[in-house]
């Protein structure tokens, strides 16, 4: 990069704050193209980070699961010959109940290719010690984690029956939530421990804190790359350098991976 790191920094900073790639132009004065290319880099640099250290981490109950956004159209509006890459782009998180770690993300279609590749992310993520899972009633779940995870976890589904939205509420109103099930899949999970909360919560902090993720938002991403690089650089910030409220440290510092908070600087270093 031609520019001075703080400045670049503070361009990271404000993304990771939210702000969309216009409002962090006008507010640093650099070019909207800099600024895309800083993002890159760094969600490069962060990949790398968590590839490197969260590698067999002990862990106790994961939670998985999918949150929804698009990438230059909305699916519907996809037409013969467009970029695959194109339409809906969920993102697969598995988050680490009590140290609060992102332990593996994937980015792709709602399949069964991208799910496969996601669990065995989270294989390479995890220790061999036996650990309980939890995921929403996805299907392609199921064969994924017995298929990879089998010898290590217990795994249950928590399904959540939905209601269609009464006549007369707006058109986004969230969907009522009027029961829920429990459905063990592998070995012998404990039914106080299956829950999915914390990573739905963690799907909310991420709408607040990724602009591409707002909905009705003008700010969703045109290209993969850049959709894949702002996520990158959240997990890598979120991990290693936001303070947790709920256990006042990073989650990396919980898990025992790092000894300190790392500033943006630090983990982009």
Same mark, same amino acid.
């Given at each position: 990069m031609y520019i001075p790191q703080e400045k670049a920094i503070l361009a990271l900073q404000l993304l990771l704050e939210g702000n969309s790639i216009s409002s962090t132009a006008r507010i640093t004065g650099l070019d909207k193209n800099t600024i895309m290319k800083a993002l890159v880099l760094a969600g490069e640099r962060c990949e790398r980070v968590m590839g490197r250290l969260i590698v067999n981490v002990p862990v106790k109950d994961v939670q998985c699961d999918e949150i929804w956004s698009f990438i230059f159209k909305k699916e519907k509006r996809r037409e013969i010959?467009?970029?695959? #890459?194109?339409?809906?782009?969920?993102?697969?998180?598995?988050?680490?109940?009590?140290?609060? &770690?992102? &332990?593996?993300?994937? &980015?792709?279609?709602?399949?069964?290719? *991208? *799910?496969?590749?996601?669990?065995?992310?989270?294989?390479?993520? *995890? #220790?061999?010690?036996?650990?309980?899972i939890t995921t929403d009633g996805f299907i392609p779940y199921a064969s994924s984690i017995d298929t990879t995870l089998s010898d290590r976890v217990d795994y249950a589904q928590f399904?959540?029956?939905?209601?269609?939205? =009464?006549?007369?509420?707006?058109?986004?109103? =969230?969907?009522?939530?009027?029961?829920?099930?429990?459905?063990?899949?592998?070995? #012998? =999970?404990? =039914?106080a421990r299956i829950c999915t909360s914390h990573v739905e919560r963690q799907n909310l902090t991420m709408r607040m804190q990724i602009r591409r993720l707002t909905r009705l938002t003008n700010g969703f991403s045109k290209k993969f790359e850049n959709h894949w690089a702002a996520l990158a650089l959240y997990f890598g910030y979120y991990n290693f350098c936001r303070i947790h409220k709920t256990i006042r440290v990073t989650p990396a510092m919980e898990a025992g991976i790092t000894d300190h908070v790392w500033d943006l600087a630090e983990l982009l270093a």
């Open positions: 010959g467009d970029d695959p #890459s194109f339409g809906d782009a969920y993102c697969f998180v598995a988050i680490e109940r009590h140290s609060k &770690l992102v &332990l593996n993300f994937a &980015l792709g279609k709602r399949d069964q290719a *991208t *799910t496969d590749i996601f669990i065995e992310g989270l294989r390479h993520a *995890t #220790s061999g010690q036996n650990f309980q399904v959540k029956v939905y209601r269609a939205t =009464p006549e007369g509420e707006r058109r986004y109103s =969230p969907a009522e939530v009027v029961a829920s099930e429990v459905v063990p899949v592998v070995g #012998s =999970p404990d =039914p």
